[in-house]
């Protein structure tokens, strides 16, 4: 019969060769967004590649985290406001079933879509270790920002106003094209207080 020794050393191994196959690298600032295709709350499913030519913030969320509903309910306005210049906002729910997602949704109501990521697939892809966390993704696919942790309304709008600026000054007609600088800062990651999901 094995000793607890031994049953320990095998589980610490056991969890470090799982994690040797895992996506567990952050994407970083200035990469492209890993792709993405996830079932929607509201049914159907929703591929990143859709959104090509907006800017898109992608959230990932679970009702645990104590921040997450007054953030969630605190962008609905910004988002109302900012959608018709091109922002879109995907709510990536980490690890959790279809009625959990769907209670607190109805509880805090807003209107951008909600997808669910159950097994975590997306969230390791993208290299989430704590929740809640925001990449910014501007209208070519390219990741040029982050919120990590607990954040505001102004803080998010902080980062999607220039990347919406910079999407509708780049559908200027090409003949003016030539004349727009090509040089770009890198993108800022904001480090707030998260939770493990």
Known sequence: MPTPGTILTALVLLAL???????????????????LELEQLAGGRIALEEFRGRVVALRFWADWCPFCR??????????????????EILAVNVG?????????????????????????????RYGVIAIPVTFFIDHEGIVRGRILGESDAATFERLAVPLLTESESNAV???????QSGHEEPGPTLVGEGERP
């Not at 040797?20 to 967004?33: H, I, M, Q």
């Not at 969630?72 to 922002?87: D, H, K, N, S, V």
Request: charge should be negative.
């Open 173 to 179: 007609p090409a003949s003016s094209a030539g004349r």
């Open 70 to 87: 007054s953030e969630m309910r605190e962008l609905e306005p910004m988002y109302q406001q900012l959608r018709e210049r091109g922002l």
């Open 96 to 124: 959790q079933d279809r009625s959990r997602v769907e209670r607190f949704v109805d509880s805090v109501g807003y209107s951008y879509p909600t997808l669910l990521d159950p097994d975590s697939t997306i969230a390791r």
């Open 17 to 35: 060769l799982s994690g040797c196959g895992s996506e567990r690298t952050t994407v970083a600032n200035d990469e492209p967004a890993p792709p």
